[in-house]
C-alpha cells in the first residue's frame, strides 16, 4: 500500500483543473473556486461555532441549542441542548415545503423481470410515500416494544424497506445497528449481543448475482445464541421457505401494513445515539462506533452538499453504489442524501447481474448525474472491458466519486475518460466509519485534482501530517493522519468501551484524533493516503482487521495458528494471505483441500468477504526472538506470490526469519 502511494506520485504530474463544463451543468456551485474554498476553510477552522451554525441553521430544529460545540478532548457535544429528528430532516420537511411528490428514492431490484418494463423491477417512492411506509413501520416496532434509546438490529439486503426501517427507527427515537448482509450467523451473534437489542429486522432472502442469500437462516442460527432476541421482523423479499418460530417472528406484511400512517417524530437531543455501526479495528472484536443525531445530520448533509453539488429541481439523481451495510450507504445512500432533496438511487444486488453492464444500463435509464463507487469497483469495471460503458449513453454524468481505498492513478484516469468522457470532475473522497462523512476531499468546481489524491481537507477538518510527538512534518515526509480540533461527524465513542476510544483514537498522540492512516501532503499541501498503519486491511474497500481473520482460523480443529497480512491485489486493492501452522496429526494434510477448507471456515465465521485469497502452511511462525511475528516479513513473503494460489506445501520460514531479524 505505502509503496503504492509514493510510486505514484513519482510518476503522476497531471492536474485537472475545475472546468467550465462542470460549472455549466450545475449552474451555480455551492463552492464556486479557490478563493471561496479558502475563506471557508478559513474561517471554519478559526470559528468553527459560527461556521457551523450557520450550516445548521438550514435544518429544522425543534428547539434551539444552547451553544453550538462543548470540547472536552476526547468528546465533544454539538448543538448542545437542541432537539430535533433527523427523520423529520429528511422527510417531513420535504413534504412541509410543497415537494411530499418529489421522489425520495427510486430502487431498483436485481433480478431480471421480463413483466416489468426495461426489464426490472423499479421502485421510485415519493417523500409522501415514503412518509407514510415509515410510520407504519415505527408504530410496528413500538408494537413489538421497542421504545427510544432501545438498539434494533438490522440485518437486511438493499430492499426499500432497510431504509424504511432505519427512518423508522430514527423517528420514534430507538438507534439501530445495521449489519451487513454478507456477514455469517457468528458475527451476527457478536454484535446484537454487544448492541442488546432485543428486535432483528431482516429478510427472507436476498438476491446476489442471480442466487439467494438466506438471510433469516442466518437469524435464526445466530438467535440460538441469542437468548435476549424477542422478536425477529421478516420482509419478504425472495419468497424462499423460511422456518419459523412462532411468537418471536412477525411477518413485516402482517404487521407494518395493518399500521396508521401517521406517527409524528419524537423530539430527540442533538446528542441522542443515531446508530451504531461495527467496524473493525485492532483486535479481533469489533467495535461499535457510536453517531449521535445532531452532529451527524449536519456534517454527513452538508459534506454531500459541497462535494457531490446536489441541487435539488435541476434533475439530478445521486446514485452510490456502496451497500448500506457500510458507513458508506448510511451517509451517501440515505442521510446526507434525503435532507438535499435529491433522488437517491437504492440498487439491491450485484454490478454484474446478468451482465456487466447492469450499472451503465441504469444510469442511463434514470439519467444519473453523479455517481459514487470505490476503485476494487473501478478495477473490476476496467477488467470488464470498455464494451459495457461503450454501449451505454452515459451523457447525464456530471460527476465522478470514489471511496474506501487509494485509487491507483490508472484507474482513475480510465474512470475520467471512459465512464467521465472526460468532462466530468472526479472527487476522491477519503473518510472512515468514524468520521461520519467526508474528511478529505475535492470540491468539484473549487479544487483542481490530481489522480491518486484526496486533495484538501474538508470544511471544519482541521487535517494535518505529524510524527508521534504531533509535530506537523514537512512537505513529502510521511507520517500519522490526524485531525487536531473536532468536527460535527466525528464518532461519539465506542459502544460500551470508552478505554478502547480513548485508546484507539486519542492516545498515540495526545489531544489529536489518530485516523489510523499512514499519510503525507505534497508542495501544493494536498493529501495522499499511504494505508492503514494498523492491522487493518482494506480488502475490496471493505475494512477487516487481521485479528478477527485469525481468530477465526484458529478456531478450526486443524490450526494452532495463524497470521494474517494484506498483498497486493489487481481487483481488491489488497487481498488477504494466511499464514498457518497445524496442530499434531494435521501436518501431513497441508494441502489444497485444507486450504479449501479453511477458506469455507472463515466464510462461515465471519462472511465470505473474509475468506483469505492464499493459504500457506508453515512449521512455525516467523518470530523475532522476543516472539513477536515478523509481519513485516510476512507481507514481503506474501507480496512476492502470484495471487489466487495456493501453496500447498509445508513451508520452513525459519531460515529466511534468521535473515531478516535485524530488519523488524
Ligand atoms: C480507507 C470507508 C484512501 C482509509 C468510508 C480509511 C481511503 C478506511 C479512502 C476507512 C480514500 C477510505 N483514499 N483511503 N479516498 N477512503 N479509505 O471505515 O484507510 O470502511 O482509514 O470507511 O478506508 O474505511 P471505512
Same mark, same amino acid.
Given at each position: 500500500?505505502?509503496?503504492?502511494?509514493?510510486?505514484?506520485?513519482?510518476?503522476?504530474?497531471?492536474?485537472?483543473?475545475?472546468?467550465?463544463?462542470?460549472?455549466?451543468?450545475?449552474?451555480?456551485?455551492?463552492?464556486?473556486?479557490?478563493?471561496?474554498?479558502?475563506?471557508?476553510?478559513?474561517?471554519?477552522?478559526?470559528?468553527?461555532?459560527?461556521?457551523?451554525?450557520?450550516?445548521?441553521?438550514?435544518?429544522?430544529?425543534?428547539?434551539?441549542?444552547?451553544?453550538?460545540?462543548?470540547?472536552?478532548?476526547?468528546?465533544?457535544?454539538?448543538?448542545?441542548?437542541?432537539?430535533?429528528?433527523?427523520?423529520?430532516?429528511?422527510?417531513?420537511?420535504?413534504?412541509?415545503?410543497?415537494?411530499?411528490?418529489?421522489?425520495?428514492?427510486?430502487?431498483?431490484?436485481?433480478?431480471?423481470?421480463?413483466?416489468?418494463?426495461?426489464?426490472?423491477?423499479?421502485?421510485?417512492?415519493?417523500?409522501?410515500?415514503?412518509?407514510?411506509?415509515?410510520?407504519?413501520?415505527?408504530?410496528?416496532?413500538?408494537?413489538?416494544?421497542?421504545?427510544?434509546?432501545?438498539?434494533?438490529?438490522?440485518?437486511?439486503?438493499?430492499?426499500?424497506?432497510?431504509?424504511?426501517? /432505519?427512518?423508522? =427507527?430514527?423517528?420514534?427515537?430507538?438507534?439501530?445497528?445495521?449489519?451487513?448482509?454478507?456477514?455469517?450467523?457468528?458475527?451476527?451473534?457478536?454484535?446484537?449481543?454487544?448492541?442488546?437489542?432485543?428486535?432483528?429486522? $431482516?429478510?427472507?432472502?436476498?438476491?446476489?448475482?442471480?442466487?439467494?442469500?438466506?438471510?433469516?437462516?442466518?437469524?435464526?442460527?445466530?438467535?440460538?445464541?441469542?437468548?435476549?432476541?424477542?422478536?425477529?421482523?421478516?420482509?419478504?423479499?425472495?419468497?424462499?421457505?423460511?422456518?419459523?418460530?412462532?411468537?418471536?417472528?412477525?411477518?413485516?406484511?402482517?404487521?407494518?401494513?395493518?399500521?396508521?400512517?401517521? =406517527?409524528?417524530?419524537?423530539?430527540?437531543?442533538?446528542?441522542?445515539?443515531?446508530?451504531?455501526?461495527?467496524?473493525?479495528?485492532?483486535?479481533?472484536?469489533?467495535?461499535?462506533?457510536?453517531? $449521535?443525531?445532531?452532529?451527524?445530520?449536519?456534517?454527513?448533509?452538508?459534506?454531500?452538499?459541497?462535494?457531490?453539488?446536489?441541487?435539488?429541481?435541476?434533475?439530478?439523481?445521486?446514485?452510490?453504489?456502496?451497500?448500506?451495510?457500510?458507513?458508506?450507504?448510511?451517509?451517501?445512500?440515505?442521510?446526507?442524501?434525503?435532507?438535499?432533496?435529491?433522488?437517491?438511487? /437504492?440498487?439491491?444486488?450485484?454490478?454484474?447481474?446478468?451482465?456487466?453492464?447492469?450499472?451503465?444500463?441504469?444510469?442511463?435509464?434514470?439519467?444519473?448525474?453523479?455517481?459514487?463507487?470505490?476503485?476494487?469497483?473501478?478495477?473490476?469495471?476496467?477488467?470488464?472491458?470498455?464494451?459495457?460503458?461503450?454501449?451505454?449513453?452515459?451523457?447525464?454524468?456530471?460527476?465522478? !466519486?470514489?471511496?474506501?481505498?487509494?485509487?491507483?492513478?490508472?484507474?482513475?484516469?480510465?474512470?475520467?475518460?471512459?465512464?467521465?468522457?472526460?468532462?466530468?470532475?472526479?472527487?476522491?473522497?477519503?473518510?472512515?466509519?468514524?468520521?461520519?462523512?467526508?474528511? #478529505?476531499?475535492?470540491?468539484?468546481?473549487?479544487?483542481?485534482?490530481?489522480?491518486?489524491?484526496?486533495?484538501?481537507?474538508?470544511?471544519?477538518?482541521?487535517?494535518?501530517?505529524?510524527?508521534?510527538?504531533?509535530?506537523?512534518?514537512?512537505?513529502?515526509?510521511?507520517?500519522?493522519?490526524?485531525?487536531?480540533?473536532?468536527?460535527?461527524?466525528?464518532?461519539?465513542?465506542?459502544? !460500551?468501551?470508552?478505554?478502547?476510544?480513548?485508546?484507539?483514537?486519542?492516545?498515540?498522540?495526545?489531544?489529536?484524533?489518530?485516523? !489510523?492512516?499512514?499519510?503525507?501532503?505534497?508542495?501544493?499541501?494536498?493529501?495522499?493516503?499511504?494505508?492503514?498503519?494498523?492491522?487493518? #486491511?482494506?480488502?475490496?474497500?471493505?475494512?477487516?482487521?487481521?485479528?478477527?481473520?485469525?481468530?477465526?482460523?484458529?478456531?478450526?480443529?486443524?490450526?494452532?495458528?495463524?497470521?494474517?497480512?494484506? /498483498?497486493?491485489?489487481?481487483?481488491?486493492?489488497?487481498?488477504?494471505?494466511?499464514?498457518?501452522?497445524?496442530?499434531?496429526?494435521?501436518?501431513?494434510?497441508?494441502?489444497?483441500?485444507?486450504?479449501?477448507?479453511?477458506?469455507?471456515?472463515?466464510?462461515?465465521?465471519?462472511?465470505?468477504?473474509?475468506?483469505?485469497?492464499?493459504?500457506?502452511?508453515?512449521?512455525?511462525?516467523?518470530?523475532?526472538?522476543?516472539?513477536? #511475528?515478523?509481519?513485516?516479513?510476512?507481507?514481503?513473503?506474501?507480496?512476492?506470490?502470484?495471487?489466487?494460489?495456493?501453496?500447498?506445501?509445508?513451508?520452513?520460514?525459519?531460515?529466511?526469519?534468521?535473515?531478516?531479524?535485524?530488519?523488524?
Amino acid at each position: 500500500m505505502a509503496e503504492r502511494g509514493i510510486q505514484s506520485v513519482l510518476v503522476e504530474n497531471r492536474v485537472f483543473e475545475p472546468n467550465a463544463r462542470f460549472r455549466d451543468a450545475v449552474g451555480a456551485a455551492h463552492i464556486p473556486d479557490l478563493a471561496t474554498y479558502k475563506a471557508m476553510y478559513q474561517r471554519s477552522l478559526s470559528d468553527p461555532e459560527g461556521f457551523w451554525g450557520d450550516v445548521a441553521s438550514d435544518f429544522t430544529w425543534f428547539s434551539p441549542w444552547k451553544r453550538v460545540l462543548e470540547w472536552s478532548c476526547p468528546d465533544a457535544q454539538w448543538f448542545v441542548g437542541a432537539t430535533t429528528n433527523i427523520c423529520f430532516n429528511c422527510i417531513d420537511r420535504q413534504i412541509d415545503g410543497g415537494h411530499g411528490d418529489d421522489i425520495a428514492i427510486i430502487w431498483e431490484g436485481e433480478p431480471a423481470n421480463s413483466s416489468q418494463p426495461h426489464g426490472f423491477e423499479v421502485r421510485r417512492i415519493t417523500y409522501r410515500e415514503l412518509h407514510g411506509e415509515v410510520c407504519r413501520c415505527a408504530h410496528a416496532l413500538r408494537a413489538l416494544g421497542v421504545s427510544r434509546g432501545d438498539i434494533v438490529t438490522l440485518y437486511m439486503g438493499m430492499v426499500p424497506e432497510l431504509a424504511i426501517a /432505519m427512518l423508522a =427507527c430514527a423517528r420514534i427515537g430507538a438507534a439501530h445497528s445495521v449489519i451487513f448482509g454478507g456477514f455469517a450467523a457468528p458475527a451476527i451473534v457478536d454484535r446484537v449481543h454487544d448492541a442488546a437489542s432485543r428486535v432483528i429486522v $431482516t429478510c427472507d432472502g436476498a438476491f446476489r448475482r442471480g442466487a439467494v442469500v438466506g438471510l433469516k437462516g442466518n437469524v435464526d442460527e445466530a438467535c440460538k445464541s441469542l437468548p435476549e432476541v424477542q422478536h425477529v421482523l421478516v420482509v419478504r423479499r425472495t419468497n424462499t421457505p423460511v422456518s419459523w418460530s412462532e411468537g418471536r417472528d412477525v411477518w413485516w406484511h402482517d404487521l407494518v401494513a395493518a399500521q396508521q400512517s401517521s =406517527c409524528p417524530c419524537e423530539a430527540m437531543d442533538s446528542e441522542d445515539l443515531l446508530f451504531l455501526l461495527y467496524t473493525s479495528g485492532s483486535t479481533g472484536k469489533p467495535k461499535g462506533i457510536r453517531h $449521535t443525531i445532531g452532529g451527524y445530520m449536519v456534517f454527513t448533509a452538508a459534506t454531500a452538499r459541497w462535494t457531490f453539488n446536489l441541487q435539488p429541481d435541476r434533475g439530478q439523481v445521486f446514485f452510490c453504489t456502496a451497500d448500506i451495510g457500510w458507513v458508506t450507504g448510511h451517509s451517501y445512500v440515505i442521510y446526507g442524501i434525503l435532507p438535499n432533496r435529491v433522488p437517491t438511487l /437504492m440498487y439491491e444486488g450485484a454490478p454484474n447481474f446478468p451482465s456487466e453492464s447492469r450499472l451503465w444500463s441504469m444510469v442511463e435509464r434514470h439519467k444519473v448525474t453523479q455517481f459514487y463507487t470505490a476503485p476494487t469497483a473501478i478495477r473490476a469495471f476496467m477488467k470488464w472491458g470498455d464494451e459495457h460503458p461503450k454501449g451505454h449513453d452515459l451523457s447525464s454524468l456530471i460527476l465522478l !466519486g470514489t471511496v474506501g481505498e487509494p485509487i491507483n492513478p490508472e484507474a482513475w484516469i480510465w474512470y475520467h475518460e471512459t465512464i467521465g468522457a472526460s468532462r466530468c470532475p472526479i472527487v476522491d473522497t477519503m473518510w472512515q466509519t468514524e468520521t461520519g462523512g467526508h474528511i #478529505i476531499t475535492p470540491l468539484p468546481a473549487a479544487i483542481a485534482t490530481v489522480p491518486g489524491s484526496c486533495t484538501v481537507p474538508m470544511f471544519g477538518v482541521d487535517a494535518a501530517i505529524v510524527d508521534e510527538q504531533g509535530e506537523e512534518q514537512p512537505p513529502n515526509v510521511g507520517g500519522l493522519l490526524v485531525i487536531r480540533q473536532p468536527w460535527p461527524g466525528m464518532l461519539r465513542g465506542i459502544h !460500551g468501551d470508552r478505554e478502547r476510544y480513548v485508546e484507539t483514537y486519542w492516545s498515540k498522540v495526545p489531544g489529536m484524533y489518530v485516523a !489510523g492512516d499512514g499519510a503525507r501532503r505534497d508542495e501544493r499541501g494536498y493529501f495522499w493516503i499511504m494505508g492503514r498503519i494498523d492491522d487493518v #486491511i482494506n480488502v475490496s474497500g471493505h475494512r477487516l482487521g487481521t485479528m478477527e481473520v485469525e481468530s477465526a482460523l484458529v478456531s478450526h480443529e486443524s490450526v494452532v495458528e495463524a497470521a494474517v497480512v494484506g /498483498m497486493p491485489h489487481e481487483i481488491k486493492g489488497t487481498g488477504i494471505t494466511a499464514f498457518v501452522t497445524l496442530g499434531p496429526g494435521w501436518q501431513d494434510k497441508a494441502g489444497k483441500a485444507l486450504a479449501r477448507q479453511l477458506q469455507e471456515h472463515v466464510g462461515r465465521e465471519i462472511g465470505a468477504i473474509a475468506k483469505p485469497d492464499v493459504i500457506r502452511f508453515t512449521q512455525a511462525l516467523p518470530k523475532t526472538r522476543s516472539g513477536k #511475528i515478523m509481519r513485516r516479513l510476512l507481507r514481503d513473503i506474501a507480496a512476492g506470490k502470484d495471487s489466487g494460489q495456493d501453496t500447498t506445501t509445508l513451508e520452513d520460514l525459519s531460515v529466511v526469519a534468521k535473515l531478516r531479524e535485524s530488519d523488524e
